[in-house]
């Protein structure tokens, strides 16, 4: 039997709404179970699995890998059209200006960012229907100055046998005047949702549009879980490495390495991250590069112990120091990215101008009940990266200046000083005991407390809207006093602590009037940029 007669029997091409391609089966996923024809003698069974319908068929020889792609591809378009009415974004009080937000649904880890063919492209993922993590696209975005961003077309949907359950995270490369995506195809099978998980590859001529070519990786390396996934490639030596975060069957996270010549047959090299003992059950949207002369991976290590009671949640995110010997990557000194709230899934690019720039996630896995109506989460400002002592210091991008409307110098004591907005750049420096406060009214405020006693900087939301359980995070410092540059958006800030050497980035959900600030603890003096919106990185058309 070939394929189109089981579309046929499933009902049409119209009906199908899920393919999958387990263990030699062809599986397809009908919308309406009336329209199928349950009698004919090809069909292996139909069963309800997770509230859908599934025809399970065997795959004979006359079914290949491209007519199952072309299938895909005809989903995929049927998807597209679907997305129309989300791409249009929803009122909300809490809509960033300039930080990238989704139009309606869920954001997560940003992806494939990357310098093409004179402009700058930024991925992510997207949940379009419903403020929920289900079936992952990715929605795409380009800029030519890092600071407006311009909907293009959804570059991929969770169309085929191999990322039917989503096209999850991965990486770009502008490579022989196309664009690459590499990312990681998750699919769930029967009624246990078993995962399958491969590695894929899609490619656009234009960079807009991307034909999938399917796995690249279509099989798990020995001694790992189905939890393997977000490549990340980077040349090193004449060959392309593939990074990939893992968990193996004894659960630990480690750093998994393929290797390449020409970016479509991978070997398995090995595992790495032995030396880091227990880091954690899962590692997850690995990067490395070289930056003045050091090496640094950058790794989401899942399940590791908080070095604060404050901070209560399973995912972190941070880097090691990498050292080469010979091809053998070697890991030592971990430490944190930011110790904010919001903060997961970084991804860093080297501009045209070659600096070296990271773009997070402002949000974290299993957290999605914030206040903001219709979407949820967003990206966190764009970052360059630095060398200070041996340690990666964060800065915002230069290109941050084009966005200040006006500048205000304040004299900032218990007296209340409105601004008018919760959109600024402020530098700031407190000595030890004092206390900032921002988004100020009758009910809230965000305090940001250099507590003298334990030397700590203390970031304080338990007097706003959000919904989260904890309420505050803690820097441990050591400076003589605490120099700050805070870029607030509405509804976040990113605290840029001691000239980039830490960082604390939240979501901070207030009323839309609280927009004064003050000082307790003596009188400090305040640079405050106020910030116009940056172009709408949606589809308002």
């Known amino acids: 039997m070939s394929l189109s007669s089981f579309i046929q029997i499933a009902g049409g091409i119209e009906n199908i709404a899920r393919v999958l391609s387990p263990d030699e089966r062809v599986i397809l996923v009908v919308l309406d179970a009336k329209l199928i024809d349950q009698h004919n003698t090809e069909v292996e069974s139909v069963e309800q699995v997770q509230q859908e319908t599934q025809l399970t068929f065997v795959r004979t020889e006359m079914i290949t890998d491209s007519q199952l792609i072309e299938l895909g591809r005809q989903i995929s378009e049927r998807q597209l059209e679907q997305l129309r009415p989300f791409c249009q974004p929803v009122p909300c009080d809490y809509r960033p200006q300039w930080h990238i937000s989704p139009p309606q649904g869920l954001l997560n880890d940003p992806n494939g960012f990357i310098y093409h063919n004179g402009e700058y492209h930024l991925f992510y993922q997207w949940y379009p229907y419903a403020c929920v993590h289900k079936d992952k696209h990715w929605a795409h975005l380009t800029s030519k100055d890092l600071v407006n961003w311009h909907w293009q077309p959804v570059a991929l949907t969770p169309s085929d046998w191999f990322d039917s359950h989503g096209v999850f995270s991965g990486h770009a490369l502008s490579q022989d005047e196309q664009l690459m995506l590499f990312y990681t195809g998750n699919t769930r099978i029967g009624p246990q949702r078993d995962r399958h998980t491969t590695q894929c590859l899609a490619t656009s001529k234009d960079g807009i549009h991307f034909e999938k070519y399917g796995p690249v ?30 968990q193996t069957t004894d659960l630990k996270g480690r750093l998994a390495i393929y290797r390449s010549n020409d970016l479509h047959h991978w070997r398995f090299d090995k595992l790495y991250g032995d030396e880091t003992g227990d880091m954690g059950y899962m590692w997850e949207c690995p990067d490395m590069f070289e930056l003045d002369g050091q090496w640094f991976a950058i790794i989401g290590p899942q399940g590791i112990e908080s070095f604060s009671k404050y901070n209560t949640i399973p995912h972190h995110n941070g880097y090691f120091k990498a050292t080469w010997n010979e091809n053998s990557p070697s890991l030592s000194d971990f430490a944190h990215l930011d110790y904010g709230f919001d903060f997961y899934a970084p991804q860093t690019m080297v501009t045209a101008d070659g600096r070296r720039v990271l773009s997070g996630w402002m949000g974290l896995p299993d957290e999605i009940d914030q206040p903001s109506r219709g979407w949820v989460h967003q990206l966190t400002a764009l970052r360059e990266l630095s060398v ?8 915002p991008i230069a290109e941050m200046s084009a966005l200040v409307d006006k500048q205000l110098e304040l004299s ?27 988004f100020v009214d009758q009910e809230s405020a965000l305090v940001i407390k250099a507590e003298q006693e334990n030397q700590r900087l203390i970031l304080d939301r338990s007097r706003t809207l959000n919904r989260a359980m904890d309420t505050q995070r803690e820097l441990p410092l050591t400076s003589q006093k605490v120099k700050l540059r805070i870029l607030a958006d509405n509804s976040s800030v990113e605290l840029f602590v001691n000239g980039g050497e830490a960082v604390m980035t939240s979501r901070v959900f207030t ?20 910030l116009k919106a940056a172009t709408a990185p949606f589809q308002v058309n």
């Open 388 to 395: 200070r002592d041996g340690k990666l210091c964060q800065w």
């Open 412 to 438: 900032l004591s218990q007296q209340r000083i409105d601004i008018g907005t919760k959109c600024f750049d402020m530098s700031i420096t407190l000595e030890w005991g004092q206390s900032l406060n921002l």
């Open 217 to 246: 990786i279509g099989e798990l390396p020995p001694g790992v879980t189905s939890h393997i996934r977000d490549p990340k490639i980077i040349r090193r030596n004449d060959e392309w490495l593939m990074l990939l975060g893992a």
């Open 511 to 530: 009323n839309k009037c609280a927009t004064a600030m003050s000082v307790n603890g003596g009188e400090a003096n305040a640079i405050v940029k106020i």
